[in-house]
């Protein structure tokens, strides 16, 4: 008997297959679009580095001291100003400031699922919530969708096909994996449906500022705010070595999530907090952010004119209209985590989509991200994909009676 003996519950823990395969993919010749990472490029190093200097001479020991479990009050407020202007009608004490918005997935994870809870969510979902919620051994209901997202009748049916299901995780814009986000009508659909079958609603909003040609339409949480938990994260909008994101929750929900974060770290950092205040405070976002959308605009243009040149016939995806990821299904016969040696051999990665299903893997299914390499890069890496593809559809040909 092992002398240390492991909770049931960590078995439910498992590496992520990202970094798995970005460990395998990391070397010099592959073209890397397996990553999730925000282009380092767009980091503001030098308003960061002044910002720094300003904390540093304007309050040094409050910012190295610890702080408040609830978060620094000015980027509290900051928040709670921001999303009131996306027509949220919150208050700055729903406000918590997180390690990154996927702290927070853990958090909800903690005070919401119970082993053998139902938890709903989209079909493909983000990998990372997948991760957060495991350990607390929930069941997964899958939500069938289409281009837009869930399908509102799937909501519908939760107290009849997942009785007591704890809340629906949704991303509904540029989600990850699929790029997609939810129309006007849509939202309406799908908050009304949740309302009448009691379900509550956790969304999580990570892309929503790297929009191309449009703002999407008004947060799920602006419709429903009594049943519906905001996430947010400076991640893309400023850089993740920060590990700052938000929870805007519900007052009756708050104060059990105040309590999970004490006990799992007392407080995110108070410098990495005052440093990004410093940053944002006099409206440097509204500067910052539309580079982000231009630089990430012409790599989505070069991406989707590669594919459309590259990819044989058979193979599916749609344009994303902003965010980071093409998600696609590949032709029939074509395994995507099967074929992934073969294109690494050949100089390009990507991330199966297999891993991004709760539920029921779609083996054809596969994320490219766009936001880290060049144009020029992205046409070279789309071509030793497509080369991959055509050449295992040809063997597969030859070999079929």
Not at 11 to 33: C, F, H, W, Y
Not at 36 to 41: E, K, Q
Not at 298 to 326: C, I, K, N, S, Y
């Amino acid at each position: 008997m092992t002398l240390w003996q492991q909770a049931r519950r960590s078995a439910r823990l498992n590496p992520s297959i990202i970094r798995e395969i970005l460990k395998v993919t990391d070397q010099p010749g592959v073209l890397s679009m397996a990553g999730g990472l925000p282009s380092a490029d767009t980091f503001p190093v030098e308003a960061i580095r002044e910002a720094c200097e300003r904390v540093l001479t304007d309050a040094p020991r409050q910012a190295l001291q610890y702080s408040a479990s609830e978060g620094f009050g000015p980027l509290r407020e900051w928040v709670a100003a921001r999303l009131g202007a996306m027509g949220l009608q919150i208050t700055v004490d729903q406000v918590l400031i997180t390690s990154g918005s996927q702290q927070g997935l853990d958090l909800i994870g903690k005070v919401m699922v119970d082993t053998g809870a139902p938890v709903a969510v989209e079909t493909p979902t983000y990998l990372g919530a997948l991760q957060a919620f495991n350990p607390f051994e929930p069941i997964y209901a899958s939500l069938a969708g289409d281009a837009e997202g869930p399908l509102p009748e799937a909501i519908a049916a939760l107290p009849h096909d997942a009785p007591g299901t704890r809340f629906a995780y949704l991303l509904p814009n540029f989600q990850n994996p699929s790029g997609r986000v939810m129309s006007e009508a849509r939202r309406v659909a799908l908050v009304a449906a949740a309302q009448t079958a009691r379900v509550p609603l956790v969304e999580d909003n990570p892309y929503g500022d790297l929009w191309f040609d449009e703002a999407p339409p008004a947060p799920l949480a602006a419709r429903w705010p009594e049943g519906t938990v905001y996430l947010g994260s400076f991640s893309k909008v400023l850089a993740p070595g920060f590990r700052l994101g938000y929870i805007v929750a519900p007052p009756v929900l708050f104060p059990k999530l105040l309590q999970a974060k004490q006990a799992a770290d007392l407080h995110t950092p108070g410098f990495n907090q005052r440093v990004v205040h410093e940053v944002i405070r006099n409206g440097f976002l509204e500067q910052h952010v539309p580079t982000i959308r231009a630089r990430y605009r012409e790599q989505r243009d070069a991406m989707a004119a590669a594919l459309t040149r590259h990819m044989p016939e058979g193979t599916e995806w749609q344009v994303p209209h902003g965010g980071m990821f093409f998600w696609l299904r590949l032709p029939e016969g074509c395994d995507a985590m099967g074929l992934l040696p073969k294109a690494v051999a050949a100089g390009v990665a990507y991330v199966p989509g297999a891993a991004f299903y709760a539920q029921a893997p779609d083996p054809r299914t596969l994320r490219l991200s766009y936001v880290t390499l060049s144009p020029a890069e992205i046409a070279d890496g789309v071509a030793l994909l497509g080369q991959v593809l055509r050449e295992h559809i040809e063997a597969t040909a030859e070999v079929t009676p």
